[in-house]
């Protein structure tokens, strides 16, 4: 996640499976999760995703508005790498993909979400991998805010 001191979003770790750490001024995500790798407590077993499958990890975080103006909320993967078929941000409270202004969550100021990750994995090697996640955060404009909302990124 980029660092933005003057952002109208706060992303806050929320993952009981320490999947969501900060470093840097930017937000991390481990998945297992680092208890997982570092073999403390009672955490899931597993060692990552597999290829060609499809993975929700829900409340990972909170995202906030902080700002003074309601904004939509949605976020897409970049330099996904070959292998990987979609990264995207989930509204865990919704079920529901954020990737574009269409289905995007809309935050008035000092609302709050929990969110995720969702992973689609294609033919990608068994290995460790670094994914991005843009998280954006746009105004609201009338047109936007009166669109119909449909459930093509509802995940099932």
């Not at 997982?36 to 975080?61: C, K």
């Not at 969110?115 to 047109?143: H, K, S």
């Amino acid at each position: 996640m980029e660092d933005d001191d003057d952002a109208y979003l706060s992303l806050d770790p929320s993952s009981d499976l320490s999947r969501t750490t900060t470093s840097g001024g930017q937000l991390e995500f481990y998945i297992p999760g680092i208890k997982t790798r570092a073999g403390i407590g009672d955490t899931p077993e597993g060692n990552g995703v597999q290829p060609n499958s499809r993975y929700t990890f829900g409340d990972l975080l909170v995202i906030s508005n902080q700002g003074s103006d309601p904004v939509e909320v949605f976020g897409s993967g970049r330099n996904v790498p070959s292998g990987f078929e979609r990264l995207g941000l989930v509204d865990s409270d919704r079920n529901q993909l954020l990737t574009s202004e269409a289905d995007a969550t809309e935050l008035y100021p000092g609302e709050s979400f929990n969110a995720g990750l969702f992973i689609e994995t294609g033919d990608a090697n068994v290995q460790q991998y670094q994914l991005a996640l843009r998280i954006r955060a746009d105004p609201i404009t009338e047109q936007a805010s009166d669109a119909p909302r449909g459930p093509s990124g509802i995940l099932e």
